[in-house]
């Protein structure tokens, strides 16, 4: 043994191979723990988020394990000769960013495929939106990685900021309008104002469902099979009207007039029972029927129910108001003409009079 360690010491790389050996059994000893040990306390659990974050990175922590053992040898005098003491290292510690880079990298885009289906199904943001944002999150963490790399070979980031910096103004210059639309979809998504299935009302204007919120602009299905394309600037300073928020469900309103003559809690009756008789109306909030007033020829009567969905609107008040016609005519309730009570007179100044 002491033979042993003599022959080590007169040969400084056998000592530096003795200590990556060392280190690469310490980290055969953390590849067993954490397979016997830490596996097996995460399968226990019901999360699954700690299961995930042991896949991606087991392989990273034995790598760096082996790295520090390498760092190690390296620093054991005598020092490496130039340029070899700074450029073994900095090889080293770049090879470990890059293997935690990567598990980062993985896991990234192990969460945003199983949030991409969710996030579309829900309509919270459309394709294109969601594809951005996960382009941009990759870009931002690779360069990450790459000035970090950089750093270790100690390179000066300085001229590389400051041109970054001016060619970031030109592009903003020449992309103003662009990024205002960018941004206005930014604002948009982080407001929530609306989200695809949503349907909206633009500046009491223009009225149809949300198909997709772009990069750049907003595309709105009109019921008249109409796609309307509205830029994302124009909508973030405009006034919305959402149907479907906050709760999906959409109250319309049907006027009726009855004449004086009848019974007004019989006409209550019959239109609580044509709204109950729709199967599209909800009961719940129940229906409500309103005397809005006395008009000229009639009393203005105004039932109020609810749909499950705001695109059911025209057909339902369509449907509602053939039941009105037809109850009314079953329980002998008029709706009447207008009338007028015109006076006419003749030379002599009488007055004749007609009611019409």
Known sequence: MEQVLNLLKSSIWLERLAVVVAYAFLAKFCDIFVIRVVRRMTARTAIKADDLIVDFFHAPVIWTVLAIGILHALTLPPALSPPWHTALPALVKSLVIFVWGGAVFRLFNRIADQNLVEALSRGRIGNDLYNLFYNMARVVLIVAIFLWILATWRVNLTPMFA?????????????????????????????????????????????GEVVDIGIRSTRIKTRDDVLITIPNAILANAKIINESAPQPRFRIRVPVGVSYESDLDQVEEVLLAVAANNPEVVKDPAPRVRVRGFADSAVNFELLCWLEDPRLKGREIHHILKAIFKAFGENHITIPYPQRDIHLKNEEKAGVSFKM
């Open 163 to 207: 041109s970054a910096g001016i060619v970031g103004i030109a592009i903003a210059l020449a992309a103003k309008d662009t990024l205002s639309n960018f941004f206005g979809g930014i604002s948009i998504f982080a407001d929530r104002t609306y989200k695809v299935g949503d349907y909206i009302i633009v500046d009491n204007k223009d009225r």
